[in-house]
């Protein structure tokens, strides 16, 4: 078990690092997404996981969205399962919607606008899930 242990912390460790590599913050605590989620203009929060459509389709799609033309103020993500209280804060911004990981909720003004959820990106091609966030962004973010 503790093997299995050690393989989990590095695949945690991994998708953390995508994201950040990515250019995204990480918020870890209740506190830090409460700050940041509460700010005046637009976030796009990416909400991480081990999954496969996580590494396969969501981030490649978060990663992307860095080098588009429209972007929100600012790019942040918490992990699902591994930053509870950060996730659980966030998902009271994403009101409407009920808990997806991964997935992507684009706030303005510290309103839910819209949201990219699980069933939109597990089992689609990530240049679909792209064009739902370019989208998204163009909508809210101009």
């Known amino acids: 078990m503790q093997q299995f242990n050690f393989f989990m912390n590095d695949v945690v460790q991994e998708a953390r690092n995508d994201m950040v590599h990515a250019g995204y913050t990480e918020l870890k605590t209740a506190e830090e997404v409460e700050e940041v989620l509460s700010q005046k203009g637009t976030t796009l929060v990416m909400v991480n996981s081990v999954c496969g459509c996580a590494g396969g389709i969501a981030r490649p799609a978060a990663?992307?969205?860095?080098?588009?033309?429209?972007?929100?103020?600012?790019?942040?993500?918490?992990?699902?399962?591994?930053?509870?209280?950060?996730?659980?804060?966030?998902?009271?911004?994403?009101?409407?919607?009920?808990?997806?990981?991964?997935?992507?909720?684009?706030?303005k003004d510290g309103q839910i606008q819209t949201m990219v959820e699980r069933h939109e990106i597990e089992g689609h091609e990530p240049i679909e899930v792209v064009q739902k966030l370019e989208q998204a962004v163009d909508t809210y973010c101009k």
């Open 63 to 107: 990663a992307y969205m860095k080098n588009y033309e429209t972007q929100p103020d600012r790019f942040v993500t918490v992990f699902a399962g591994q930053d509870k209280e950060a996730t659980a804060r966030a998902r009271e911004f994403f009101t409407g919607y009920g808990p997806s990981s991964p997935s992507f909720a684009l706030l």
